[in-house]
């Protein structure tokens, strides 16, 4: 997996699971997945990711084409326990929930990146909490998929169907609550600033019956591994968007003064950025394109300002450089970003 800041993603293992879902429901997977811009043959590449965005999309869309807005809560629902590979072996064979919850905050970037969780403890109920940002698009259907499949996955290793899960989510009331009582139980608080999964703080040190500790032990270390080796790979991205998204504002970003920046040789740094699956050349033109998308969409900057700002010598080279990346001109992004973003 690649880590570029410019890029979240989440994994694709579960697609093949909306694959099925989606049949069985009449929609069209291939049209569907093409018209947010995933490639379709993804689904069966269990190490895939795809942007946040077109994920946060394409649920979405889906929901709105069926007319069903309890659409990401149900496929939440359907999702097997053990979609998220690694990540999943390791909660489900977690000796209690305090550990699962713990596990699940840990591990949680072996599947996403570009949105974060906390596990907070507390004296009658402990949550976790998830931190989506609202910056790439609508996500309820993504939300209401994840509070599902939480209350699936909690219920299943507690081995109680019963089990009290609590949800406070920032979506709006459904029209409708009754998928969403079904589902996730009479304890749902809507229209409130978070998106978080709670418990009873008493039940944290409960034993799980089907617990394997052999079993954890060997999972949880390879986990471990594989979440260190990543975010090595992510802080590394990190600090070289950071030198590149600086560079820019003085003139050019390069390769030897970013490895000067971090106390590294070109040839190291490269060297790291190749393990990366990327290299600087690409970072620069992903910040550039990303900062590009932001100053357009989100300021009222002229435009020669931003070209300055992401060091382009005259605004000709940077209107080449939009077309490249949008297809369109720099006045007409920023008339669509108004467009959306308007009363």
Same mark, same amino acid.
């Given at each position: 997996?690649?880590?570029?800041?410019?890029?979240?993603?989440?994994?694709?293992?579960?697609?093949?699971?909306?694959?099925?879902?989606?049949?069985?429901?009449?929609?069209?997977?291939?049209?569907?997945?093409?018209?947010?811009?995933?490639?379709?043959?993804?689904?069966?590449?269990?190490?895939?990711?795809?942007?946040?965005?077109?994920?946060?999309?394409?649920?979405?869309?889906?929901?709105?084409?069926?007319?069903?807005?309890? #659409?990401?809560?149900?496929?939440?629902?359907?999702?097997?326990?053990?979609?998220?590979?690694?990540?999943?072996?390791?909660?489900?064979?977690?000796?209690?929930?305090?550990?699962?919850?713990?596990?699940?905050?840990?591990?949680?970037?072996?599947?996403?990146?570009?949105?974060?969780?906390?596990?907070?403890?507390?004296?009658? *109920?402990?949550?976790?909490?998830?931190?989506? =940002?609202? *910056?790439?698009?609508?996500?309820?259907?993504?939300?209401?998929?994840?509070?599902?499949?939480?209350?699936?996955?909690?219920?299943?290793?507690?081995?109680? =169907?019963?089990?009290?899960?609590?949800?406070?989510?920032?979506?709006?009331?459904?029209?409708?609550?009754?998928?969403?009582?079904?589902?996730?139980?009479?304890?749902?608080?809507?229209?409130?600033?978070?998106?978080?999964?709670?418990?009873?703080?008493?039940?944290?040190?409960?034993?799980?019956?089907?617990?394997? =500790?052999?079993?954890?032990?060997?999972?949880?270390?390879?986990?471990?591994?594989?979440?260190?080796?990543?975010?090595?790979?992510?802080?590394?991205?990190?600090?070289?968007?950071?030198?590149?998204?600086?560079?820019?504002?003085?003139?050019?970003?390069?390769?030897?003064?970013?490895?000067?920046?971090?106390?590294?040789?070109?040839?190291? *740094?490269?060297?790291?950025?190749?393990?990366?699956?990327?290299?600087?050349?690409?970072?620069?033109?992903?910040?550039?394109?990303?900062?590009?998308?932001?100053?357009?969409?989100?300021?009222? *900057?002229?435009?020669?300002?931003?070209?300055?700002?992401?060091?382009?010598?005259?605004?000709?080279? #940077?209107?080449?450089?939009?077309?490249?990346?949008?297809?369109?001109?720099?006045?007409?992004?920023?008339?669509?970003?108004?467009?959306?973003?308007?009363?």
């Amino acid at each position: 997996m690649t880590f570029d800041p410019t890029q979240p993603v989440v994994t694709a293992a579960g697609l093949l699971a909306l694959k099925e879902f989606m049949h069985a429901r009449g929609l069209d997977w291939r049209r569907a997945v093409e018209a947010v811009g995933i490639d379709p043959d993804i689904a069966v590449d269990i190490e895939a990711m795809v942007p946040l965005q077109a994920a946060f999309q394409l649920l979405e869309n889906l929901a709105r084409e069926s007319n069903n807005e309890a #659409f990401g809560l149900q496929f939440g629902e359907s999702l097997p326990a053990n979609v998220t590979g690694a990540l999943a072996y390791v909660t489900l064979n977690a000796p209690d929930l305090r550990t699962f919850c713990k596990d699940t905050v840990r591990f949680l970037g072996l599947v996403a990146y570009g949105y974060t969780a906390r596990f907070e403890e507390g004296d009658s *109920l402990s949550h976790i909490v998830y931190d989506i =940002p609202h *910056l790439h698009g609508p996500r309820v259907q993504f939300i209401d998929m994840i509070c599902a499949a939480s209350a699936m996955r909690l219920r299943h290793v507690a081995q109680s =169907p019963d089990l009290e899960v609590h949800f406070d989510v920032e979506r709006p009331a459904p029209k409708d609550p009754s998928e969403f009582r079904r589902i996730l139980g009479r304890n749902v608080r809507y229209g409130l600033f978070s998106n978080r999964v709670g418990i009873d703080t008493k039940l944290l040190s409960k034993p799980l019956p089907a617990a394997d =500790p052999h079993l954890y032990r060997i999972v949880r270390q390879h986990a471990e591994e594989r979440i260190e080796k990543l975010e090595k790979t992510q802080n590394l991205v990190y600090c070289v968007t950071d030198y590149i998204t600086d560079a820019l504002k003085h003139g050019d970003a390069t390769l030897p003064e970013a490895a000067n920046s971090l106390g590294m040789s070109s040839r190291a *740094l490269q060297r790291e950025l190749d393990k990366a699956n990327t290299t600087f050349r690409d970072l620069v033109e992903d910040t550039r394109k990303s900062l590009a998308r932001h100053f357009l969409y989100d300021t009222s *900057l002229p435009l020669t300002e931003i070209a300055f700002m992401l060091g382009f010598s005259e605004l000709s080279a #940077f209107s080449r450089a939009a077309r490249g990346w949008f297809g369109v001109s720099p006045r007409e992004l920023r008339k669509v970003g108004s467009e959306k973003t308007g009363p």
